[in-house]
């Protein structure tokens, strides 16, 4: 299969998830605590980030008295700046830690997806007993993937040093970077179903790298649609659901 028909594939799991989402009572019902938990966590990120903007920046760089002209418009600059920033990392934290926080949740909602696709049950725990057995694996795999997202983000930084083009290279790889943890992150839970923890479900990102860029590129459209990134979380879920059961399907897990 072709590169560019693996990232068609893993771009259109949205639209799937969202048909399939629209069709099913039971995945609705599911779906409620993930929309009302990443609501709220969003509600909380924004808020913080428009009233603690000014406060971090009258540390960093407190206004004189006697400030006019271009230091005023400097500091308006900075704070447009800062505050920006800081919606940025507020959007990154609302996804990965509404799906942390969710996750219980989110386990069911797809676990749900493979019993409407006909799948049977992986194994004799379900919904929150086998997430209880599986949290040490959940939490580490969401702590690996929130290090190297912090890392990789941290590096993009540096390009805003350079003059003029910087900023714009930084805006498009961010936005990949955030692209490819997404793809990575929505489909841990079915990976995790299958026995593939850790390295094993990178292996995984690595062989179909095309199908989950795709994937993560259209969950970052999503956020991006004011009333539709509320749906984001489940719309997600069942797309990484689907697309794992697809691969699973073809023998090339």
Known sequence: MSALREWYQGLGAIFRAG?????????????????????????????????????????????????????????????????????????????????????????????GTETELGLPPRDGARGFKRWAKSIGWVIVDVAVDLTLFVLVQALLLVLHLIPGIGSVVHLVLGWLANAVFAGASVAGMPLSRRGLHGKARWQVYGRHKPRFLGLGMSVVLVLLVPLASLLTLPLAVIAGTLMVTDLERENRL
């Open 19 to 111: 048909g399939l989402l629209a069709r099913s009572p039971k995945l609705q019902k599911l779906a409620v605590w993930p929309v009302v938990i990443s609501t709220l966590l969003l509600v909380a990120m924004v808020w913080l980030s428009l009233t603690q903007g000014d406060t971090l920046l009258n540390r960093l760089w407190p206004l004189t008295v006697q400030a006019e002209g271009m230091e005023r418009v400097g500091r308006w600059l900075a704070q447009a700046a800062v505050t920006g920033l800081l919606l940025l990392i507020s959007g990154a934290a609302f996804f990965f830690g509404s799906q942390l926080i969710a996750e219980p949740f989110v386990d069911l909602l797809s676990e």
